[in-house]
């Protein structure tokens, strides 16, 4: 003990004339920090209601809740989080875990009020103090928690690719697919655009958990056609993933096919196990493309004994005979309709009805009739010098191709149309050898064609030109086809609807080529159809009307597929067919007409 | 080995002390739950005899939040906001440990720049605590005006950690996989700045606590733990460091980027009260120069976080795993164990309070003072949440 | 530690040793044999210090697994003793006269686990929960969430939807295209 220790400590007078470090005010004079944790902010045209927000929220703070004002649609399920302040614990996650970005933190701390039930918020939809204040903790730079990219799928290189007609797609590995499905919030925003409603989230957890016999009944349940989907469907599942907003959407196609890839048909069989009792009653399915063997398929399970009348050799419709091998396998196919087949579907294939078989008979044998015919008819150019020698339609040149007649397409190919059937003629045209170009009348952005497809065909040298519209074909020299086209502009029609392409005035091009192929989209046939029968059906432009099971305005006969729904594709056909097995199920077990 | 006096009274029978409250000679005190002079949410059943403490019995319970059960019900990714809530003054510890446990469980190796900016967060926590703490101590001896100096300047020091990591108390800033933020601009001076306000404020602690005649005629001497106690009882820390242990995690099992840090292992050798301030005081110092040198090697530029597989399914395959760090009041633990599942079999918490507010303090305080009872808990750096996780 | 390993090796039987990294090694041991390695081991290979002691409830073992942990601070090893005992007669012998703090240790497993240590001081006492009459919480079969929903009252006006469910009843209700 010294001096130095007794008078060292009067040091502390001297901060008595130092400068307080007190906040005077601190409820207005300290904003939060510009990455402060404050209370949420919800960008509500952003959001998409996915809940992955209250999904990783460790407290259960966070609930999904209607909003007025904001509708479910497809790609929105009219959901938005509700926070409760009472359980939130400020970590963010649910900000990290966000898959549009749109939940964000502000910088606003000090909030007082006497009903604790206030504290209950609908960030970003309702007025608050902190309501257009600064935002404050966003997802920092380098660091983030959902994997915005897409599995690499592995591929035919295009070079090798148009040498053959071998399927381009590789497939994922198991560890790819487990990969891939581990991307998926399991958000389930998907199961609603997908015309069968198929259980998604589930069948891609099921990946993740390597259970492939569960995902393989999970496909079953809304879908008998996976191989066939997992590689042609147009995926419109993709197009509202959530993950998709800010990234790469999940592989969701591809994981179906991974998953049906891994068994084989008697597996399938196996896993299935359908245990029925035949209930004695009979349905005919007429037309064996994707309705037809959905529609086949289901009502079989619930003990139906149904055939199939299908005019070509073979079933499967226009996945077989409309679209090509390269991208749809024919013994992937088989496997699909050999499983539904081995559930005791009868397929009897050759017959032509109104030639080979009655309607009639038909009608009056069976105790309902499906009607899943499909569209065979090609949409005329409707211009002079279509029905020259070397004008043919797409769906025709696909048929011949996969029916192994291969057409002499010659050198020079000209494709008329921007859909997937104008895509599948080139790209075939092209294994053929040909040089290729599509002619399309609107903007490639306008082509209802998928991404994937142009971006393919584009790799494998078919050329583009757009705003072209075909005015008349006539005969060259050396047996030419000479079409005229002319170059278009895209007249604005208004908000909201699609730009209308109109002929500019002196841009008229022309091309001699050795075949010009018309792929501007099909239309049905119904001659099979007797009058009597046919005049009860109602139509609208061409299409059979149903309600929503499927059922004509004759009450025996349901039809599905093309003929019915607008989309025209194979998975709106299937649900079709499903949705049909369980109006026929209704109609014949109650003997009433639904709805 | 240490046996306490107890010649006064009472005797001891079969190895217990019979004090017959009725007798009039013994007094029962409670310090605590709520009390200025207890660290924490906890209390002391003393037993006084005249103003001596004779007996002592720690009670906890007071703060039990079950985290380790919580954890067991929730996914990895959840429990990153809850660990820091374990320890208030310190939690990156805390956060860090989960992180380092789930990350070695599941074999993830984070990018070298999260490291150092793991380390940096480290350090200016244990800076922080130490604020904390010595405005406490020195609240303890009634030397109330350190108190206030001590904590503004430990939040000069939350201001920092708010503006890099966007919450004062819980940062919640080391996730598993790396850190969720790089510095923000400019961070570098205004943390110069602060560390210069500290190094002011430190010299004046010295002039008016550390060269206190009061102070130094109550620390020392108070509490002394012998050589022999600190295995016997588990002591860790600044506490062994005091009693003249080269131990320290840091140096002995180096984590993050430690061992490319320039520093060395503090220790004292009187073992009071006052020795243990010492060597806390001059790891406050430490603590600065280290943080100084880790600023050297911060990059903005670099990658701070590994792509963990999808958090809302993150599986971890079965294992076990201890991981430790050097907390402010010594060693400081996560002891994990994973099963396959989503969620955590088990997590324990190892703190170091565990044996020095329980074991330690029930034997340390006999015959102390009552008015040293709060100086001598606060010396020993307890903390009742690490009992109770 | 391969070598201290060895050593053990000769003296008990020790099972399922991993290495998980340099300076940290798992063991199990026998329940009779346990306090002796330990002892053996704090006072011949210098594993002086008692990092811990826990234990893991194996429910579907019908088991519970303590953990050990020593450290020795020569060497810093950490070296974890593993010990399955009864799930249903849970006992095992106390090292409260090898480390102080060991009795704390064991009075917080008595009453979270319901795990018995004879002769512990102090073990029956209630450490953190004053008053519980329930199963030991840290038991496995303790649902915690359960128990609060039965002991505390929610508050009313809480109602979360799944997204979806909720997009189909509005989109495409049961049997609606």
């Not at chain 1, 939809?125 to 903790?137: D, H, S």
């Not at chain 2, 906001?81 to 070695?104: G, K």
């Amino acid at each position: 003990m010294s001096l130095k220790d007794i008078l060292s400590p009067f040091y502390v007078w001297k901060r008595a004339f130092e400068k307080p470090y007190t906040t005077a005010n601190p409820l207005t004079d300290r904003p939060g920090a510009p990455r402060y944790r404050g209370f949420h902010d919800n960008d509500m045209e952003k959001c998409i209601g996915c809940g992955t927000c209250a999904d990783i929220c460790q407290n259960a703070a966070i609930d999904m809740v209607p909003v007025e004002g904001i509708q479910t649609s497809k790609e929105d399920s009219g959901l938005r989080p509700k926070i409760d302040y009472g359980r939130c614990c400020w970590c963010a996650l649910c900000v990290d875990i966000c898959t549009t970005n749109s939940l964000n933190m502000t910088r606003e701390y000090t909030w007082v009020d006497t009903d604790p039930d206030k504290f209950r918020i609908l960030a970003g939809a309702q007025e608050n103090f902190w309501t257009g204040k600064e935002t404050g903790y966003k997802l920092g730079e380098g660091y983030k928690l959902l994997d915005h990219d897409r599995i690499t799928m592995p591929m035919v290189d295009p070079k090798e690719g148009i040498k053959s007609f071998i399927e381009l797609v590789k497939g994922y590995s198991k560890e790819q697919a487990i990969k891939e499905a581990d991307r998926c919030v399991q958000c389930g925003l998907c199961i609603a655009t997908c015309p069968a409603h198929m259980d998604i989230p589930n069948y891609i957890k099921a990946i993740r958990e390597d259970n492939i016999p569960e995902a393989v009944r999970i496909l079953y349940e809304t879908n008998p056609m996976s191989a066939t989907c997992g590689r042609i469907c147009t995926h419109r599942c993709e197009e509202v993933c959530s993950i998709g907003v800010n990234g790469d959407p999940i592989a969701i196609r591809w994981l179906k096919r991974y998953i049906i890839d891994q068994v084989d048909r008697k597996e399938i069989a196996k896993i299935l196990r359908n245990e029925f009792k035949p209930n004695g009653k009979k349905v005919a399915v007429i037309g064996a493309g994707p309705a037809g063997l959905s529609a086949a398929y289901y009502l079989t399970t619930v003990g139906y004994s149904v055939t199939i009348f299908e005019t070509n050799e073979k079933a499967g419709g226009m996945v077989r005979y409309g679209i090509p091998e390269y991208r749809m396998p024919y013994e992937q196919l088989d496997k699909d309709i050999d499983a539904i087949l081995d559930m005791g579907v009868e397929l009897k294939t050759g017959v032509e009805i109104g030639v080979t078989e009655s309607f009639d008979d038909i009608y009056k044998n069976y105790d309902a009739v499906f009607l899943s015919v499909g569209l065979q008819d090609s949409y005329s150019l409707s211009i002079t010098g279509e029905h020259l020698p070397g004008v043919i339609p797409g769906i025709q040149l696909l048929d011949d191709v996969t029916k192994g007649q291969i057409p002499d397409l010659g050198k020079k190919v000209i494709v008329i149309g921007g859909g997937n059937t104008a895509m599948d003629a080139a790209r075939t045209a092209r294994r053929l050898a040909a040089n290729v170009t599509i002619l399309y009348r609107r903007r490639e952005e306008d082509m209802p064609a998928d991404q994937e497809e142009i971006e393919e065909a584009k790799r494998e040298g078919v050329k583009f030109i757009t705003r072209a519209i075909p005015v008349h074909i006539d005969l060259g020299e050396n047996k030419k086809i000479i079409l005229h086209w002319n170059k278009a502009e895209m007249l604005d029609q208004g908000p909201g609807k699609r730009p209308k392409p109109v002929l500019i005035v002196g841009e008229a091009y022309t091309e001699a080529v050795d075949t010009v192929i018309s792929a501007i989209g099909q239309s049905p046939i119904y001659k099979l159809l007797p009058e009597e029968i046919g005049s009860q059906i109602k139509f609208k432009r061409e299409k059979v009307i149903t309600d929503k099971y499927g059922q004509t305005s004759l009450p025996k006969i349901f039809a599905g597929g093309d003929i019915v729904n607008d989309i025209a594709d194979a998975i709106s056909a299937i649900a079709d067919g499903h949705r049909a097995a369980q109006g026929i199920d209704l109609y014949l077990s109650k003997q009433v007409k639904v709805k | 080995m240490f046996t306490p006096d107890r010649s006064k009274y009472p005797e001891i029978v079969d190895g217990k002390a019979v004090i017959d409250l009725d007798s009039g000679k013994y007094l029962k005190l409670w310090q605590g739950p709520q009390h200025p002079g207890v660290t924490g949410n906890m209390s002391l059943e003393l037993i006084v005899c005249g103003d001596e403490v004779v007996d002592c019995k720690t009670h906890v319970g007071y703060l039990h939040r079950g985290f380790e059960k919580l954890m067991e019900r929730r996914k990895f990714i959840q429990n990153f906001p809850i660990v820091c809530r374990i320890c208030v003054p310190e939690p990156d510890t805390n956060e860090y440990l989960y992180a380092a446990a789930v990350e070695e469980v599941a074999g993830i190796k984070i990018p070298e720049q999260a490291k150092w900016l793991r380390t940096l967060n480290m350090e200016m926590s244990r800076l922080t605590s130490y604020l904390m703490w010595i405005g406490g101590h020195a609240g303890a001896f009634g030397l109330g005006p350190i108190g206030q100096w001590a904590v503004t300047h430990r939040d000069y020091m939350l201001d920092l950690f708010e503006e890099w990591t966007g919450g004062r108390v819980y940062h919640m800033y080391m996730i598993p996989g790396g850190v969720r933020n790089i510095l923000p601009d400019g961070f570098d001076r205004r943390l110069e700045d602060t560390l210069q306000k500290i190094e002011k404020l430190m010299s004046e602690i010295e002039k008016v606590m550390l060269n206190n005649a009061v102070f130094k005629m109550r620390a020392v001497g108070l509490g002394i733990i012998t050589k022999d106690m600190i295995d016997r009882y588990g002591v860790v820390g600044p506490i062994a460091r005091a009693a003249g242990m080269k131990r320290d995690v840091r140096k002995n099992s180096p984590y993050l980027m430690y061992e490319h840090l320039d520093f060395d292992i503090i220790t004292g050798t009187k073992s009071d009260a006052y020795e243990r301030l010492l060597v806390r005081f001059r790891e406050m110092f430490q603590s600065i120069d280290l943080i100084r040198q880790i600023m050297k090697y911060i990059d903005n530029s670099k990658n701070i976080h590994t792509k963990l597989p999808n958090v809302l399914h993150w599986k971890i395959p079965a294992g076990e795993t201890y991981v430790k760090a050097e907390s402010t009041r010594g060693e400081y633990g996560y002891f994990v164990v994973t099963d396959g599942s989503e969620l955590p079999r088990r997590v324990y918490v190892r703190g170091p309070s565990y044996s020095h507010a329980v074991a330690l303090l029930e034997d340390l305080i006999i015959n102390v003072n009552i008015a040293d009872v709060a100086g001598l808990m606060t010396s020993l750096h307890t903390y009742p949440p690490e009992i109770e996780r | 530690m391969k070598e201290i390993i060895q050593r053990l090796k000769q003296q008990f039987t020790i099972s399922n040793v991993n290495q998980q990294r340099v300076d940290l090694t798992f063991l199990s041991v026998k329940k009779e044999q346990a306090v002796s390695l330990i002892s053996y081991l704090r006072d011949f290979e210098k594993f002086s210090h008692l990092v811990f002691l826990t234990a893991v409830d194996r429910v579907e073992d019908i088991q519970f697994q303590l953990t050990y942990m020593l450290h020795n601070y020569n060497t810093h090893q950490d070296l974890g003793i593993r010990v399955l005992i009864d799930r249903e007669k849970a006992e095992m012998a106390s090292i409260h006269h090898l480390w102080k703090q060991a009795g704390t240790y064991q009075r917080e497993l008595k009453e979270m686990f319901g795990i018995d240590f004879p002769g512990s001081p102090r073990v029956d006492e209630s450490f953190i929960l004053e008053g519980w009459d329930n199963i030991p919480p840290m038991r496995r079969d303790f649902d915690t969430k359960k128990y609060s929903e039965e002991t505390y009252f929610p508050r009313p006006g809480r109602e979360s939807h799944d997204p979806e469910s909720y997009m189909k009843s509005k989109l495409y209700p049961e049997g609606d295209a």
